[in-house]
């Protein structure tokens, strides 16, 4: 924030008159450090954070108007077309991309922490094969904390570095597991010869049987891309779970795990699977106007539409969009769903009820028709999600770790009961 602060909102209250100071970041709207309001006896309310900043960041800025959005400067329809997951990995954690020379480096750490203790493959018998494979991640990778004992001083910055190439190494492998664990196909192990959304592809859908089973590049840049799509997103709320459980010290791999049961929610990251259901119920074309009335009666939302930030087109459902065309025309798939998907998007930009709200497809409305197409079952979409999204979550965690900071503590409105005694 800019160090010669000498911009002040003044509060009036009570008689008293409060001046706040008035930080401006880079880009985007400038603060207000409300604080020393408590100083008067009263907290600030503004509940689901619609106006709040919980911390200063430099990883990602979004405009919500403008439908923009920058990691590290760099336009997400950029990142998505001229670099690879891994460059926007190195992006996100280092503030820079690599340079041909550091991209061989950081990819080769990566390929090299593919592997998990081989005792973590126990953890997958606890569950049932029909287990959600979003609960098979939240205790899987919260369980790698276990393993890990010698590398958890967060003072020390290159355990905190390690930590982040395991995470990012190692999550595809466990999403993987969790796949397969509940379709009853032996773990395919990771193979450092493969690029990463390929070996991803192939722990998810080799099989021992078909030893030359090779993944079809197509679907390895798609898969790359759409994790680039996912990557970081500012202070969502799976993110602010992350950088709340950190505030408390507790260790990387549990604030993950935290992310990940945060970003499981139909509101957030389980958006994508609900999008798909919703396109399984409407079933066709021809009942997309009785739908759309039942979301205006607020009966249904119209999943994978709308966002808290953008009032405008989400750029990563632009870029998701456009990919999902080059997707299904290289594969030649006439994907019925895709046609309904565009019909509700027609529909829904043409309509009051939705303009009136600025609803917009958000990144979450055409990854199901993509995923599909790559041949990611349903319940896997926000599995995913939380697998792109690692580096976003370990990057804050890392900022946050690296800055002074304090345990997030917010307070409350009480209207309970007031004080009164037990008579008996
Ligand atoms: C993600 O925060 C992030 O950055 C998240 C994310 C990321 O990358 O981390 O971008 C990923 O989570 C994308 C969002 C995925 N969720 C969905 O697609 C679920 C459907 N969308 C909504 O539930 C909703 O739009 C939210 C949760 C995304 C945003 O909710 P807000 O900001 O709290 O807005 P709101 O619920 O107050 O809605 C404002 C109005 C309401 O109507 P009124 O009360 O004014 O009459 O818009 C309506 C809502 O009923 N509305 C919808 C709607 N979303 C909002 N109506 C129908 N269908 C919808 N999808």
Same mark, same amino acid.
């Given at each position: 924030?800019?160090?010669?602060?000498?911009?002040?909102?003044?509060?009036?209250?009570?008689?008293?008159?409060?001046?706040?100071?008035?930080?401006?970041?880079?880009?985007?709207?400038?603060?207000?450090?409300?604080?020393?309001?408590?100083?008067?006896?009263?907290?600030?309310?503004?509940?689901?954070?619609?106006?709040?900043?919980?911390?200063?960041?430099?990883?990602?800025?979004?405009?919500?108007?403008?439908?923009?959005?920058?990691?590290?400067?760099?336009?997400?329809?950029?990142?998505?077309?001229?670099?690879?997951?891994?460059?926007?990995?190195?992006?996100?954690?280092?503030?820079?991309?690599?340079?041909?020379?550091?991209?061989?480096?950081?990819?080769?750490?990566?390929?090299?922490?593919?592997?998990?203790?081989?005792?973590?493959?126990?953890?997958?018998?606890?569950?049932?094969?029909?287990?959600?494979?979003?609960?098979?991640?939240?205790?899987?990778?919260?369980?790698?904390?276990?393993?890990?004992?010698?590398?958890?001083? *967060?003072?020390?910055?290159? $355990? @905190?570095?390690?930590?982040?190439?395991?995470?990012? /190494? +190692? %999550?595809?492998?466990?999403?993987?597991?969790?796949?397969?664990?509940?379709?009853?196909?032996?773990?395919?192990?990771?193979?450092?010869?493969?690029?990463?959304?390929?070996?991803?592809?192939?722990?998810?859908?080799?099989?021992?049987?078909?030893?030359?089973?090779?993944?079809?590049?197509?679907?390895?840049?798609?898969?790359?891309?759409?994790?680039?799509?996912?990557?970081?997103?500012?202070?969502?709320?799976?993110?602010?779970?992350?950088?709340?459980?950190?505030?408390?010290?507790?260790?990387?791999?549990?604030?993950?795990?935290?992310?990940?049961?945060?970003?499981?929610?139909?509101?957030?990251?389980?958006?994508?699977?609900?999008?798909?259901?919703?396109?399984?119920?409407?079933?066709?074309?021809?009942?997309?106007?009785?739908?759309?009335?039942?979301?205006?009666?607020?009966?249904?939302? *119209?999943?994978?539409?709308? $966002? @808290?930030?953008?009032?405008?087109?989400?750029?990563? /459902? +632009? %870029?998701?969009?456009?990919?999902?065309?080059?997707?299904?025309?290289?594969?030649?798939?006439?994907?019925?769903?895709?046609?309904?998907?565009?019909?509700?998007?027609?529909?829904?930009?043409?309509?009051?009820?939705?303009?009136?709200?600025?609803?917009?497809?958000?990144?979450?409305?055409?990854?199901?028709?993509?995923?599909?197409?790559?041949?990611?079952?349903?319940?896997?979409?926000?599995?995913?999600?939380?697998?792109?999204?690692?580096?976003?979550?370990?990057?804050?965690?890392?900022?946050?770790?690296?800055?002074?900071?304090?345990?997030?503590?917010?307070?409350?409105?009480?209207?309970?009961?007031?004080?009164?005694?037990?008579?008996?």
């Amino acid at each position: 924030m800019s160090e010669a602060n000498t911009k002040k909102a003044t509060l009036k209250l009570n008689g008293q008159e409060i001046e706040l100071p008035i930080y401006s970041g880079t880009l985007g709207p400038d603060v207000i450090d409300v604080k020393d309001v408590l100083a008067s006896g009263h907290f600030t309310f503004d509940p689901g954070f619609m106006a709040t900043a919980s911390c200063e960041s430099k990883i990602t800025y979004i405009d919500g108007n403008a439908g923009i959005l920058l990691h590290r400067g760099y336009p997400i329809d950029q990142l998505a077309t001229k670099t690879d997951y891994l460059e926007t990995c190195y992006l996100l954690l280092n503030g820079e991309l690599p340079t041909p020379e550091q991209k061989k480096e950081f990819d080769s750490q990566v390929r090299n922490h593919t592997m998990v203790h081989d005792q973590v493959s126990r953890f997958f018998n606890g569950f049932r094969r029909d287990a959600h494979p979003m609960a098979i991640m939240v205790g899987v990778v919260g369980a790698l904390s276990a393993f890990y004992h010698n590398n958890l001083d *967060l003072d020390d910055v290159n $355990h @905190r570095e390690i930590t982040a190439i395991r995470l990012i /190494a +190692k %999550v595809p492998t466990l999403a993987a597991w969790s796949y397969k664990y509940t379709v009853g196909q032996p773990f395919i192990y990771p193979r450092n010869d493969l690029d990463y959304a390929e070996n991803f592809l192939h722990m998810m859908f080799a099989t021992p049987a078909d030893r030359d089973y090779k993944v079809n590049p197509i679907l390895a840049k798609a898969m790359d891309r759409i994790f680039t799509l996912h990557a970081d997103h500012e202070q969502n709320a799976s993110t602010s779970t992350v950088r709340l459980a950190g505030s408390t010290g507790a260790n990387p791999y549990a604030c993950i795990s935290a992310g990940i049961a945060a970003l499981w929610g139909p509101a957030h990251g389980g958006a994508n699977e609900a999008v798909l259901k919703m396109l399984d119920e409407i079933g066709s074309v021809e009942n997309v106007a009785p739908f759309m009335e039942k979301v205006k009666t607020k009966e249904v939302k *119209l999943m994978g539409f709308g $966002h @808290r930030v953008y009032k405008n087109f989400d750029p990563r /459902a +632009k %870029v998701m969009k456009e990919t999902c065309d080059e997707v299904l025309g290289a594969l030649g798939i006439n994907d019925p769903q895709l046609e309904l998907a565009m019909e509700l998007e027609r529909i829904a930009l043409s309509d009051e009820y939705f303009i009136k709200r600025n609803l917009y497809p958000n990144v979450d409305f055409y990854s199901g028709i993509i995923l599909k197409a790559i041949g990611i079952p349903t319940s896997m979409f926000t599995v995913i999600f939380a697998l792109a999204r690692t580096i976003g979550w370990i990057t804050h965690w890392l900022e946050m770790q690296s800055t002074a900071h304090k345990i997030g503590r917010p307070r409350q409105l009480y209207t309970g009961e007031t004080q009164r005694d037990i008579q008996r």
